[in-house]
């Protein structure tokens, strides 16, 4: 029945189509790009169509080639889960969960603990970008936590936390602030939808817009370094209400004017529909939504 299923080329070409290089398939596999090229214009012949547009700057999907990369994507992964459960049960299966290093640093990451104590049979990867990543082409990923001002109708979706945004500083800063000489840790917060989460906002709803003239901003482009530089004494921090739960608690920050604060979006995790029932997400999920209670 599959004697003439080209596996190899196929196998390729998911790689090839996967990291959008040649050459990055090359290395992965350990060959050469020629050998890669060579397999996908095997697969291209058997095929009878192009699967990628060549030019000087690369290789891009055709439109053929974008629908079998995903059937063979699918494909593949569903072998390597079939395989995985056929291991012995001392072998930990692997969750591979990705966020945002923010969230990771400051709230997954220390809570993940108990999530061992509960499952101890699963061990959890957390892949950490701040890019979006594509749950419906990487099926290497099990489960996204997201920020998000709606759901995506294409993914299973399971609602967490809500996120508020206020200003908080360090103890000491906080006790004896100089208005005078103020200092703001300025973040440029990837938020989607509509929510304007930025010192003008928090100022405008503080009637204080004067301490945008005269204020130092203090720049990062990364929550965790943010949150590092107001814990530091530094100055004010932005932040979302998440974020600082466990700076908060330790008493490492404080709230400046908690009465104060901006509406944000909400946490969700996220999956490709059905996956949710796959037992170590469905554990994982489980806890999660517990844990989010618990901090309610």
Known sequence: MFSTLPLNALRTFEAAARLG??????????????????????????????????????????DEGELLYRQTHQALSDIRRSLQA????????TLTITTTPGLAAAWLIPRLGGFYRRFPQFTVRVDTRNELVDLLRDSSIDLAIRSVSRDDPRLFCQALMNERFSAYGAPDLVASLNLDQLEL??????????????????????????????????????EHFALSAAIAGHGLVLASNVLVADSLSRGELVAYRPEI????????????????????????????ADTALQEG
Not at 36 to 44: A, G
Not at 48 to 53: A, I, P, S, V
Not at 86 to 93: E, F, G, K, R
């Open 86 to 93: 056929l291991q012995p049960d001392t072998v930990h299966q």
């Open 21 to 62: 290089s040649f050459k990055a398939a090359a290395e992965e596999l350990s060959v050469t790009p020629a050998a890669i090229s060579h397999q996908v214009k095997t697969l291209e012949t058997h095929l009878g169509t192009l699967l990628f547009n060549r030019s000087g700057q690369g290789v891009a999907l055709t």
């Open 261 to 288: 604060s901006l509406p944000g979006p909400r946490y969700v995790a996220a999956c490709v529909p059905g996956r949710e029932r796959q037992v170590q997400v469905s554990a994982f999920l489980r806890w999660l």
């Open 185 to 222: 840790i300025n973040l440029q917060w990837k938020i989607p939808g509509a929510f304007p989460v930025n010192w003008q906002s928090w100022c405008a709803s503080a009637n204080c817009q004067a301490w945008l003239e005269t204020a130092q901003m203090r720049e990062f482009d990364d």
